[in-house]
């Protein structure tokens, strides 16, 4: 079989991905951050920093900790605001075919579908990807994504004010995150993506202080995160008929090829960006070889193929 | 300045650097700067890969 006809395109909602590979929200900039290392047109899709409604300067400094295989950071949804997004970050991105997806936050329900629908008349974008792991400040504070009845109400009102493609990314803090994807399904979610990070923190022995200053904690991100990654998605993947993102601890080809046979449609790629900003081209290129050795024409052919006996 | 920094290339926004804007407005022009600053505070965050390392010591917050 030639390498040229084998066919990585796959569909979420009505978003047609030339390849299954996309950066993760938060380590990908707007984009034009990563441009002197890869070409954007050669993603499946761009998926820019969380948007909220007002600008946010985010967490205190003493952001990151690295640990053995990944990060403790906490960013705290640092970003240029709705409107400073539309006028001065997404004319770049236009320039290009990948489909721009904006990951959404806001504190409220009404924050979520005012930047919905705001984002929803501005030209040049395919799909939002709601990050529900968002401090829920009429309910004290608690995250969205750790409560269904929120995660519900919040895609909700997300799917009621837009007809772009909606991506639900769940958080790993519950206790069964089969339970948040079937809300997200029930609330019409086209698709949904997973994992975020696992909440964590790090101490200074000398300070007794934490490594993360006043921030105190953080999400856990990178390698170490991956077994625990798939093995959500391959539960989620069981329990939904809408398409399931791939998302911790992504390095390459090997990592992505796993989330597909568990169930995933596509994956995005985080914390492995800074360490290679050329990982996602690297990853799309080791899919591409893995069907052309195994003979499979479509990526569509591999994805869900786990074998349990 | 000093900070872990997750990307070195302006896109994580983990080596920020606490700032006062009246003291950079002195020394930067905001236009080529990776600065961030709230319409209601007076002070904002830098990012020690793009904005740094040096800084001004004018410029600097020393409070966090």
Known sequence: MNREDVDLSVTLGKIRLKNPVMPASGTFGYGSEFADFINLEDLGAVIVKCITLKPRLGSFQHRMVEIPSGLLCTIGIQNVGVEKFIAEKLPYLRQFSTPVIVNIGGESIDDFARVTEILSKAKGIAGLEVNISCPNVEKGGMHFGVDPDATFEVIKAVRNSTDLTVISKLTPNVTDITIFAKACEEAGADAISLINGLVGMAIDINTRRSKLGKNLTGGVTGPWLKPTALRMVWQVAQVVNIPVIGIGGITGAEDALEFIIAGATAIEIGTYNLVDPRVMIKTIEGIKNYLTDNKLKSINALRGSIVLS | ?64
């Not at chain 2, 080596?15 to 022009?29: G, S, T």
């Not at chain 2, 319409?39 to 904005?51: H, I, Q, R, S, T």
């Open chain 2, 1 to 64: 300045m000093e900070r872990h920094m997750g990307c070195g290339i302006g896109a994580c926004l983990s080596c920020v650097c606490k700032v006062d804007k009246q003291n950079v407005l002195k020394y930067r022009d905001l236009k080529s700067s990776h600065i961030q600053f709230s319409p209601e505070v007076e002070f904002g965050y830098a990012l020690v890969c793009k904005d740094g390392p040096v800084f001004n010591i004018e410029e600097v917050i020393l409070d966090e």
